[in-house]
């Protein structure tokens, strides 16, 4: 039962387009949820984080949407860079369990 | 700065096995956690613990046990490898209040069975 999916295994995109990496969750129980990029061979780390009581979470070139009645959040990153080539984990939680429940990962490559 | 390191990068063991590895982490978290990564499956968790000797069963508990005798320390045991825990092994920890979710990452273990 995978309560978080990310149905996108991979993304390609030129350097200073957007990139959008998708996730969505069927727990609505969920109560807060995270971006984590992970490059090879290193441990994953921690990229920028929401709330459900928001919509929108900005920092920098990255800004997370989430759209709970449909279930979904997304991680823009404007403008692209080939250093943001990584994996990309979306992870949810809910209130006081400590617990990040993790999607499959989204593969992201910026090309020069 | 929160840091939290593995034993071991890279491991190679052979089937049967008793396997340790070793999480250490430096910031008084009191939440650690262990999860294995496997390419389209994301990060499964195996084992928390919220305390010293306290432990909890994640999602794939099968195969392995933990210890955490320490507050900084977390041992994921492998009590007889089996070539499908060939896998990237991830240690983490958090804080366990103050509103913040996030987990912090240990540069993980890329073990072997053969």
């Known amino acids: 039962d995978q309560q978080v999916k990310q149905n996108s295994p991979s993304l390609s995109v030129q350097e200073g387009r957007i990139s959008i990496l998708n996730c969505d969750y069927t727990n609505s129980m969920f109560d807060y949820f995270l971006w984590y990029k992970k490059y090879p061979a290193e441990g994953p780390t921690f990229l920028i984080s929401?709330?459900?009581?928001?919509d929108k979470n900005e920092d920098g070139r990255f800004t997370v949407f989430l759209n709970k009645s449909a279930k979904h959040l997304s991680l823009h990153i404007v403008p692209s860079q080939p250093g943001d080539s990584a994996v990309y984990f979306c992870a949810a939680s809910t209130s006081n369990t400590g617990k990040l429940i993790f999607g499959q990962g989204t593969t992201l490559q910026v090309k020069p | 700065d929160v840091k939290v390191t593995q034993s071991s990068r890279y491991l190679v063991k052979r089937t049967g096995e008793k396997v340790f590895l070793e999480c250490v982490q430096d910031?008084?978290?009191?939440?650690m956690f262990w999860y294995r990564q496997d390419p389209g499956l994301g990060l499964r968790l195996i084992y928390f613990?919220?305390?010293?000797?306290?432990?909890e069963k994640g999602d794939i508990p099968e195969g392995y046990s933990v210890s955490r005798e320490k507050k900084e320390r977390f041992s994921l045991i492998l009590e007889s490898a089996s070539t499908n825990q060939t896998s990237m092994y991830l240690c983490?920890?958090?804080?366990?209040?103050?509103?913040?979710?996030?987990?912090?990452f240990g540069p993980g273990t890329r073990l072997t069975v053969t």
């Open positions: 613990s919220y305390d010293v000797k306290m432990k």
């Open positions: 983490a920890s958090s804080l366990a209040s103050g509103g913040s979710y996030e987990q912090y």
């Open positions: 910031m008084d978290h009191e939440n």
């Open positions: 929401i709330s459900s009581i928001k």
